[in-house]
């Protein structure tokens, strides 16, 4: 069946990065888009950033546009979050989530297949 395993959470002081990883098995990772949300609790799963299967075309959202980077190695299964200038409304779990559009980047979170469990990102301020 079909996981998605992320890591590379932890806790970090306002300024710092962090990158997150999310291993993929069971799908033909190529050919599916790849994202990024987080929800902090009581809030709603918010879109981060979307990258499609070829890597050739990603978005994000305006909040981290600048200081997050989303990527992806195909021969790897893998995809990453590569996040900078952490600040402490970073503060949430992340998910990453498998879309079997491979030109996809849409940012609303019911458009998506498949889904990790999630990795914790606490940033102090």
């Known amino acids: 069946q079909v996981q998605l395993v992320e890591s590379g959470g932890g806790l970090v002081q306002a300024g710092d990065s962090l990158r997150l990883s999310c291993a993929a098995s069971?799908?033909?990772?190529?050919?599916?888009?790849m994202a990024w949300f987080r929800q902090a609790p009581g809030k709603e799963r918010e879109f981060v950033a979307a990258i499609r299967a070829s890597g050739a075309t990603t978005s994000s959202a305006d909040s981290v546009k600048g200081r997050f980077t989303i990527s992806r190695v195909n021969a790897k299964n893998t995809v990453y979050l590569q996040m900078n200038s952490l600040k402490p409304e970073d503060t949430a779990t992340y998910y990453c989530?498998?879309?079997?559009?491979?030109?996809?980047?849409?940012?609303?979170?019911?458009?998506?297949?498949?889904w990790g469990q999630g990795t914790q990102v606490t940033v102090s301020s």
């Open positions: 989530a498998a879309n079997r559009n491979p030109y996809s980047t849409i940012t609303n979170p019911t458009y998506y297949d498949y």
């Open positions: 069971g799908l033909a990772f190529s050919s599916v888009s």
